[in-house]
């Protein structure tokens, strides 16, 4: 072995393991993505989630360049220069020679960037989005090239020019527009301001994003850049392998490339494994998670149940029709498990109504109509908690039969999760009053 042809092995090496971790950074956000049920704005539970909706907002911005409505903007000035530079240098007979060559480029000259919390909406509400620290995907909608004799050139831009400059000037702005359809994967918090939940930066969270790009698109973008760091890892490994053979003039060449290559591709399939198995087991934990939120918002509907009782008993003492539904109601006191026997739950939206029918006198009672309303919004947040759960189990299921995966959760000894069938509920309308 010739020990100067261990440097750029050792480079190589380094750089190969340096674009290996590269390729698994975006190959764990690409699966992030793709096992991500997309939540509602009303059933957003604590923890990651992935919304898509429209951007809205009661104040929204103004973009700096293109001066159009937003929730989100970036912009840049970029002026164009270029020189001549002459250098001197001697040659092996000590011989002084001169030449000239020309420099230019793009030097960023002003810029700014601005947010503010903006609303996601989709078809059942809205919530917060607090953009700050998020990586954020815009559209394009200022790009001009322009000379001194435009009026954008020194009224957007600073007004002293760098030196050696050709009088160019490049303006840029990306926003995020009002009403855009966008994408957001984050953190799901609750706010502090209201009892209601907003998505904001956390450090435990291995992503937050914004965009106005599909979710397709992204997971598409993520999955490339896996293959390029992958591919661009293994050529690197390779070429070092190739400069320790010119340097050292080894024989056997090709026994070297086989290890190296063989190598590189069974700690990719180590690492590959490792993630697929804590995947398969964080959406394991998400099952269990989503349906934990059926059984929180059943536990809440019990209790309102119980006051709602003694209002309507104070009412009418001895109507059987009443006292039977409510009896029934209150034997739900726990969520039974899909595919377990016990109990199943039904929408009482309508029990209630009837109630209301039959008795109007307890439309004058504000103590019912408060319990009415936060039963109501109980069950819509049953509903999306069933809706959840069916997504991320359905997903799960899918995963555990998909090859490789299936082999994964072989080893894992994981198991399909059964759907829940129930779908007596109703949603009722919400309305907001945003920026039209």
């Known amino acids: 072995m010739q020990f100067p042809g ?10 190969a393991l340096g674009f290996l971790a590269g390729a698994f950074v975006n190959y764990r956000k690409k699966r992030l993505i793709d096992d991500l049920p997309t939540s509602k704005a009303l059933g957003v539970f604590i923890g990651v989630t992935e919304l898509k909706g429209t951007a809205e907002s009661e104040e929204p911005l103004t973009s700096y360049l293109a001066e ?6 970036r912009w840049q000035v970029e002026e164009h220069w270029s020189r001549t530079v002459t250098e001197t240098h001697r040659d092996s007979r000590g011989r002084t020679h001169i030449r000239t060559r020309t420099e230019s480029g793009w030097k960023n000259v002003a810029g700014g960037e601005k947010a503010r919390p903006f609303y996601l909406k989709d078809d059942t509400g809205i919530i917060r989005i607090v953009p700050e620290k998020a990586k954020i995907h815009g559209e394009r909608v200022f790009a001009e090239t322009v000379g001194r004799e435009n009026p954008l050139y020194f009224g957007k831009g600073p007004a002293h020019e760098v030196a050696n400059s050709d009088h160019r000037r490049r303006f840029l702005e990306t926003i995020i527009p009002l009403h855009a359809s966008i994408y957001v994967v984050g953190q799901a918090r609750e706010r502090q301001d209201s009892v209601a939940a907003e998505i904001a930066y956390d450090q435990s969270c ?14 598409t973008g993520y999955g490339r850049w896996f293959w390029f760091f992958l591919v661009a890892g293994l050529a690197l490994l390779l070429g070092g392998i190739a400069v320790y053979h010119l340097i050292g003039a080894i024989r056997g060449e090709w026994l070297h490339y086989l290890i190296g290559a063989s190598g590189y591709l069974l700690f990719s399939g180590l690492i590959w494994f490792w993630l697929a198995y804590n995947n398969l087991i964080n959406l394991h934990h998400r099952v269990e998670q989503g349906w934990s939120q059926v059984e929180i918002q059943l536990k809440r509907r019990r209790d309102l149940i119980t006051n709602l009782v003694s209002v309507v008993e104070g009412y009418r003492a001895h109507e059987r029709e009443v006292q039977a539904a409510m009896a029934e109601m209150r034997t739900q006191m726990l969520a039974t498990p899909p595919g377990k026997a016990g109990p199943d739950y039904k929408g009482l939206a309508k029990v209630i109504q009837v109630t209301l029918e039959k008795y109007p006198e307890l439309k004058a009672s504000e103590i019912f109509l408060k319990l009415q309303e936060n039963l109501v919004n109980t069950e819509e947040r049953i509903a999306l908690a069933r809706d959840y759960y069916n997504q991320i189990a359905t997903f799960y299921n899918t995963r555990l039969e998909q090859v490789p995966d299936h082999y994964v959760a072989a080893i894992a000894r994981l198991h399909p999760a059964v759907l829940m069938q129930a779908g007596d509920f109703e949603r009722a309308p919400i309305k907001v009053q945003l920026v039209t």
């Open 6 to 15: 261990l440097i750029p092995l050792t480079v190589g090496t380094l750089l």
């Open 206 to 219: 291995p992503l937050f994003l914004i965009s106005t790009r599909t979710e397709k698109q992204i997971s």
């Open 68 to 73: 159009k409505k937003c929730v989100y903007y």
